[in-house]
C-alpha cells in the first residue's frame, strides 16, 4: 500500500508539473473582418479578377484596448497596425483612379502604430556564391518594383479566432510568364503556433505574412540567380534611433526541425514598441521538408532620407502622409539561399514566413508533449532514488 501511495503522489507531481509549465496567459482577442469596408462598387467590384482590390480591416477587440489591422494588397502590399482605445472607428477613403486606399483615418488618434512594406524584389547574380545580396554590383541585379506587379485576390476567409487573406502578384514582363508572387496573411485571437511549417509563435498581437516565390526569371540572363525582397517597416517612434536586430536561442527544435535560433529586430521604444520575428531559414520547396532548409540573411536596417516620396505608392503614406518622415523609418534587405546550395534555379522556388507584433515577442514554450518526456526523464530515477533511499532505510530498521 505504501508503495502505491508513492506511485500515486508522483503521478500527482508529474501532472502539477506539466499543468505548470503549460500555463500561459489566457488573453484573447475577440476579431472582426471586413473585406474592402466602405468602398464603392465602381472601384472595388470589377468583372476582372487582377482589378479587384484587396484591403481587409480587421478589428481585434481585448479587454482593454483594440489593435486595429489593415492589410493593403493592391499595389505596394502593405501592413498598418493601430492600437487604439475601444469603440475607435476607422474610415478608409478610397481612389478610382489607381484602384487602392488613399486615406486612413481613426476616429480617436492611435496610441501607437507600425507599419510594414514589401517594397521591391529582387533577382542578383550571385557570382561569388556569398548568398546575400550586399556588395552585387548593380549590373548584376533586377529589380522588381512591387507597385507593378498585379495582385489578385485568391482567397478571404474570417472568424471570431483567425483571419486569413491570399493574393498573387504577376507581371509576365518584369518576372516571367509563369512568375507568382504569393503572399498569406493572418491575425489570431489567441497565443500559439501556427499550424502550418515553421510553425512560427504568435500571440494575439501579430500579422503572420508567408511568401512564395515562384518560377520568377529575369530580363538578365544570369547564370547563378537568387532571390533577395526589400522591406521598409516604421513605427511611431523617434525617427533618430534605429530598429535594433537581436538573435536568441530556443530550448529545442519541436516546431521547426534542425532550427534553434529565432531573430528580433525591434523598435528602440521602452515604453511602448513592436518588433518583426523569425527563424532564419525558408524553405526551397513547398514541402518545407527540412531537407529543402537553407539560409536566410539580414542587413542592418538603414535610414530612408525622404519616406514621404519613397512610400507614397503605400497605405503607409496613405495613412502618415507628409508627417511620415517624423517617425522612425528604415528598410533592409532579405537575403535567401546558402552557399553552394546551387541557387534558386535549382527549384525556381523560396518561401519564407515572418510575424510582425505590437508590444514584445512571446517566448517560445515547450509543448505538453516535451514537458511529459521532460517529466518522465527526469521524474523516474527520482523515483527510483526514493524508492531505493526507502528500501534501505526499511532494511536497516528491520536489522537494528
Same mark, same amino acid.
Given at each position: 500500500?505504501?508503495?502505491?501511495?508513492?506511485?500515486?503522489?508522483?503521478?500527482?507531481?508529474?501532472?502539477?508539473?506539466?499543468?505548470?509549465?503549460?500555463?500561459?496567459?489566457?488573453?484573447?482577442?475577440?476579431?472582426?473582418?471586413?473585406?474592402n469596408p466602405g468602398c464603392?462598387?465602381?472601384?472595388? !467590384?470589377?468583372?476582372?479578377?487582377?482589378?479587384?482590390?484587396?484591403?481587409?480591416?480587421?478589428?481585434?477587440?481585448?479587454?482593454?484596448?483594440? #489593435?486595429?489591422?489593415?492589410?493593403?494588397?493592391?499595389?505596394?502590399?502593405?501592413?498598418?497596425?493601430?492600437?487604439?482605445?475601444?469603440?475607435?472607428?476607422?474610415?478608409?477613403?478610397?481612389?478610382?483612379?489607381?484602384k487602392d486606399a488613399d486615406?486612413i483615418q481613426f476616429s480617436?488618434?492611435?496610441?501607437?502604430?507600425?507599419?510594414?512594406?514589401?517594397?521591391?524584389?529582387?533577382?542578383?547574380?550571385?557570382?561569388?556564391?556569398?548568398?546575400?545580396?550586399?556588395?552585387?554590383?548593380?549590373?548584376?541585379?533586377?529589380?522588381?518594383?512591387?507597385?507593378?506587379?498585379?495582385?489578385?485576390?485568391?482567397?478571404?476567409?474570417?472568424?471570431?479566432?483567425?483571419? @486569413?487573406?491570399?493574393?498573387?502578384?504577376?507581371?509576365?514582363?518584369?518576372?516571367?510568364?509563369?512568375?507568382?508572387?504569393? #503572399?498569406?496573411?493572418?491575425?489570431?485571437?489567441?497565443?500559439?503556433?501556427?499550424?502550418?511549417?515553421?510553425?512560427?509563435?504568435?500571440?494575439?498581437?501579430?500579422?503572420?505574412?508567408?511568401?512564395?516565390?515562384? +518560377?520568377?526569371?529575369?530580363? @538578365?540572363?544570369?547564370?547563378?540567380?537568387?532571390?533577395?525582397?526589400?522591406?521598409?517597416?516604421?513605427?511611431?517612434?523617434?525617427?533618430?534611433?534605429?530598429?535594433?536586430?537581436? @538573435?536568441?536561442?530556443?530550448?529545442?527544435? !519541436?516546431?521547426?526541425?534542425?532550427?534553434?535560433?529565432?531573430?528580433?529586430?525591434?523598435?528602440?521604444?521602452?515604453?511602448?514598441?513592436?518588433?518583426?520575428?523569425?527563424?532564419?531559414?525558408?524553405?526551397? !520547396?513547398?514541402?518545407?521538408?527540412?531537407?529543402? @532548409?537553407?539560409?536566410?540573411?539580414? +542587413? !542592418?536596417?538603414?535610414?530612408?532620407?525622404?519616406?514621404?516620396?519613397?512610400?507614397?505608392?503605400?497605405?503607409?503614406?496613405?495613412?502618415?502622409?507628409?508627417?511620415?518622415?517624423? +517617425?522612425?523609418?528604415?528598410?533592409?534587405?532579405?537575403?535567401?539561399?546558402?552557399?553552394?546550395?546551387?541557387?534558386?534555379?535549382?527549384?525556381?522556388?523560396?518561401?519564407?514566413?515572418?510575424?510582425?507584433?505590437?508590444?514584445?515577442?512571446?517566448?517560445?514554450?515547450?509543448?505538453?508533449?516535451?514537458?511529459?518526456?521532460?517529466?518522465?526523464? #527526469?521524474?523516474?530515477?527520482?523515483? #527510483?532514488?526514493?524508492?531505493?533511499?526507502?528500501?534501505?532505510?526499511?532494511?536497516?530498521?528491520?536489522?537494528?
Amino acid at each position: 500500500m505504501g508503495k502505491l501511495n508513492i506511485f500515486r503522489s508522483f503521478g500527482l507531481l508529474i501532472a502539477l508539473s506539466v499543468f505548470g509549465l503549460m500555463l500561459v496567459d489566457a488573453a484573447k482577442r475577440n476579431l472582426s473582418a471586413q473585406l474592402n469596408p466602405g468602398c464603392p462598387d465602381s472601384i472595388c !467590384e470589377s468583372i476582372f479578377e487582377d482589378e479587384k482590390i484587396t484591403v481587409v480591416h480587421v478589428q481585434a477587440e481585448g479587454d482593454n484596448d483594440t #489593435l486595429h489591422y489593415i492589410w493593403d494588397l493592391s499595389r505596394q502590399p502593405t501592413v498598418l497596425v493601430a492600437l487604439c482605445e475601444r469603440n475607435t472607428n476607422v474610415t478608409i477613403g478610397y481612389n478610382g483612379t489607381v484602384k487602392d486606399a488613399d486615406s486612413i483615418q481613426f476616429s480617436n488618434k492611435p496610441k501607437y502604430t507600425m507599419s510594414f512594406v514589401l517594397t521591391k524584389v529582387f533577382i542578383f547574380n550571385d557570382i561569388k556564391d556569398q548568398a546575400s545580396i550586399i556588395g552585387v554590383n548593380t549590373s548584376n541585379i533586377e529589380t522588381i518594383d512591387t507597385k507593378y506587379l498585379t495582385w489578385t485576390r485568391e482567397n478571404f476567409t474570417e472568424s471570431t479566432g483567425e483571419v @486569413k487573406v491570399a493574393v498573387s502578384g504577376k507581371n509576365d514582363s518584369l518576372i516571367g510568364c509563369d512568375g507568382v508572387i504569393n #503572399l498569406k496573411l493572418k491575425c489570431y485571437g489567441e497565443e500559439d503556433h501556427d499550424s502550418d511549417i515553421p510553425h512560427l509563435i504568435h500571440s494575439i498581437n501579430v500579422t503572420q505574412v508567408d511568401i512564395e516565390f515562384i +518560377n520568377l526569371t529575369s530580363n @538578365k540572363t544570369f547564370e547563378s540567380p537568387r532571390i533577395a525582397a526589400e522591406f521598409v517597416l516604421v513605427a511611431s517612434e523617434s525617427p533618430k534611433n534605429p530598429f535594433n536586430i537581436t @538573435k536568441r536561442k530556443t530550448v529545442d527544435d !519541436e516546431h521547426t526541425p534542425g532550427t534553434f535560433t529565432l531573430v528580433d529586430i525591434i523598435t528602440p521604444g521602452e515604453t511602448q514598441g513592436s518588433y518583426m520575428q523569425y527563424r532564419p531559414i525558408s524553405y526551397t !520547396e513547398d514541402s518545407r521538408d527540412i531537407t529543402a @532548409k537553407t539560409d536566410v540573411q539580414v +542587413n !542592418e536596417p538603414v535610414f530612408i532620407a525622404d519616406a514621404k516620396s519613397y512610400l507614397n505608392s503605400s497605405l503607409a503614406y496613405s495613412y502618415y502622409g507628409n508627417t511620415l518622415d517624423k +517617425n522612425l523609418v528604415q528598410s533592409f534587405n532579405i537575403s535567401f539561399g546558402q552557399t553552394q546550395d546551387k541557387f534558386y534555379s535549382l527549384t525556381n522556388y523560396t518561401t519564407w514566413t515572418f510575424v510582425l507584433g505590437y508590444g514584445t515577442a512571446p517566448p517560445e514554450r515547450v509543448s505538453m508533449f516535451i514537458a511529459i518526456l521532460a517529466c518522465i526523464g #527526469l521524474g523516474i530515477p527520482l523515483l #527510483l532514488l526514493i524508492i531505493g533511499g526507502i528500501y534501505l532505510a526499511v532494511k536497516r530498521m528491520r536489522n537494528c
